[in-house]
């Protein structure tokens, strides 16, 4: 079975009991400053699950591509990726736990064909003040035999995109999982594990399913109840697959085996003896085609900085293997996962040529390290291996700190340092910028604080006074919004004149001053286009839409959150301007 067999059967199984498709929306997330990618499926509809309408309706389902910056470290055993295309479906305030729970099962069972002897359960054992999920645990009782349920705890069955509850930031929504576990029997046991899917971590178990009853909100003092009760269903493909294929690898199943086989290829070495890094080469390199599809370029911060690590890292391992020839495995990633995201095809040369500069760039990057560690007082030749060179902890982590190396790297190129020193200067650097991150990121989940919301509804301001200075072919090409500032972007080939920031200020504060009402309609994409409502009108946008009237001044689709009266905006100023580069500018504005 493909991806993409597995893909339709899961659309329609949903489809036939009232939900409706949405679209796959980009890994590089719109107007949430809080992340870097989406990393689940759930995460563009947060607002829906606290409440606001969708437009399609309360039962949906879709496949969304995930990224999980955190998982880069994990790559390198049977079965973890950082990219991964996740099944959804969800239910808004609608059904619950009696639907979800003997659904999920019909689906595994009849439509995926899984074995039901190897299906195991867990569910929700309760913390604090959030209860044993008594509910789910019942009605699992009456479909498998008890002696395959199991309880866990926050750190498996409580989902939050921050983790446990003590992680997650006020204003976050989270809720207790039941989980769904493949049990391969080819795997063996290590010694310290037990035989179930809560206490095993090799591999044997396979978590194949989520099921969130996503139904409370952190606030100050704890856990309150959302005002719907709320079912959000994941499940990766990729592992789904190795399920159905019977594979206890994901590397091996027929949408990794090729790639696996391509790097054997171009190395010359078996896939058996050096697991470990054609693992970690075939993810990253996924990982990296899919972003620098979402027109990424390697760079020193955010997503460019991922992407770089994610390239580095599969170039470490590539050379640890003698491999040459990378771009046959790039054009072999784009062969096994065009089927379902055909845009990889149109963009290839473009995914390729970031990629392959990236390697030029790195090639210089480590000749030039090699030629400052070696002429350092510090550099001596290893009384334990002639082929390797001391060198002082300090030098290394100036190494890692001016030259991205990891130390993994750094050893890779013939380097020995003290390891403990290293790790604690580590251990300081990212004290430092966890402290930034935790500034950075302390709106939570798709920020909803008060200037955030002033921000989007500016922006719908800002995007129609810009038009009706300078003409309809200027559009919107990208924001970002959060407490502190807006950031919006546009088609323009030059800078804006100080008299011209100043006319558009004065448009966008004189609307705010009227105190224009601001309202939602959901409507068929065709009539949004008809009534002229400001969109791109691409692949993202679903069957029935969104569209944002500001009295009527301005009709844009958009997901919200709005203020409900301009008023609310109090005032908005352009603090900023800069030149993004292909015919773009960039402004950057205060409200408030």
């Known amino acids: 079975m493909t991806a993409r067999e597995i893909i339709d059967i899961y659309i329609n199984f949903f489809e036939k009991r009232g939900h409706k498709q949405i679209a796959n929306s980009p890994l590089i997330p719109e107007n949430d400053p809080t992340t870097l990618f989406t990393s689940s499926g759930m995460q563009p509809l947060v607002p829906y699950l606290l409440g606001e309408p969708h437009p399609a309706g309360k039962r949906l389902v879709n496949v969304q591509n995930c990224f999980r910056a955190v998982d880069i470290e994990e790559v390198g055993d049977n079965r973890h990726e950082t990219f991964f295309r996740m099944l959804g479906n969800w239910s808004l305030g609608e059904y619950f736990k009696s639907e979800e729970i003997p659904w999920l099962w019909e689906l595994l069972t009849k439509e995926f064909g899984l074995d039901r002897e190897k299906l195991y359960i867990t569910v929700f054992k309760g ?8 509910e789910a645990f019942e009605i699992w009782k009456g479909i498998v035999p008890e002696d395959k349920i199991f309880f866990a705890g926050v750190d498996k069955n409580w989902w939050s995109r921050s983790g446990i509850p003590d992680n997650m930031p006020v204003g976050e929504i989270g809720g ?24 095993c971590e090799c591999g044997k178990f396979l978590e194949i399913a989520n099921s969130v009853f996503m139904q409370y909100k952190k606030t100050e003092t704890g856990f309150e109840e959302l005002p719907q009760k709320n079912v959000d269903y994941g499940g990766g493909i990729e592992r789904l697959l190795a399920a159905i294929e019977e594979k206890s690898d994901v590397f091996q199943t027929s949408l990794f085996s090729p790639i696996i086989k391509t790097i054997e290829d171009e190395s010359g070495k078996p896939y058996e003896q050096n697991k470990k890094e054609m693992q970690i080469i075939a993810d990253h390199l996924a990982a990296s085609v899919f972003i620098a599809s979402e027109n990424i370029k390697p760079a020193k911060t955010e997503q460019g900085y991922i992407l770089k690590r994610l390239i580095r890292r599969a ?4 050379r640890i293997l003698d491999g040459e020839n990378i771009s046959a495995v790039l054009q072999k990633i784009v062969e096994q996962y065009s089927p379902t995201d055909e845009i990889l095809k149109e963009k290839y040369e473009e995914i390729k040529n970031v ?32 082929n390797f060179m001391n060198i002082s902890a300090d030098d290394a982590f100036k190494m890692y700190t001016t030259h991205g190396l990891s130390p993994t790297q750094i050893r890779s190129l013939g380097y020995v340092f003290d390891e403990q020193q290293f790790a604690e200067k580590m251990e300081e650097h990212q004290k430092l910028s966890r402290a930034g991150a935790e500034q950075k990121f302390k709106g939570g989940l798709a920020d909803h604080s008060e200037k955030t919301i002033m921000g989007h509804t500016a922006t719908h301001l800002l995007h ?5 200075m300078f003409g309809e072919k200027l559009h919107q090409t990208g924001s970002n919004i959060t407490s502190e500032r807006v950031r919006f972007d546009f088609n323009f080939d030059r800078k804006l004149e100080d008299s011209e920031i100043a006319e558009i200020e ?9 105190n224009l009402p601001v309202r939602f309609e959901i409507m068929p994409l065709e009539k949004a286009k008809e009534i002229g409502a400001i969109g791109l009108f691409d692949e993202k946008y679903a069957n029935d839409v969104k569209v944002y009237f500001i009295n009527d001044y301005s009709k844009e689709l958009c997901g919200g959150p709005h203020v409900n009266f301009t008023s609310q905006i109090k005032q908005f100023k352009i603090i900023k301007q800069e030149n993004i580069g292909h015919g773009q500018r960039r402004l950057y504005a205060e409200v408030g």
């Open 464 to 468: 129609k006074a810009l038009q009706d």
């Open 506 to 514: 004065k448009t966008v504060n004189g609307k705010i001053k009227e």
């Open 176 to 199: 207790p999982d039941t989980e769904v576990y493949y049990r391969f029997d080819d795997v063996e046991h290590k010694k310290e594990c037990k035989d179930n899917p809560v206490d």
């Open 315 to 318: 170039l470490d391992n590539f």
């Open 355 to 386: 990629i392959l500069e990236e390697q030029q760039n790195y090639q210089k990057t480590i000749g030039k390290a090699e030629k400052i560690i070696s002429a350092s007082p510090s550099a001596e030749p290893s009384e334990q291996d002639d």
């Open 127 to 134: 913390d604090g003040n959030i209860e044993k999920d008594n």
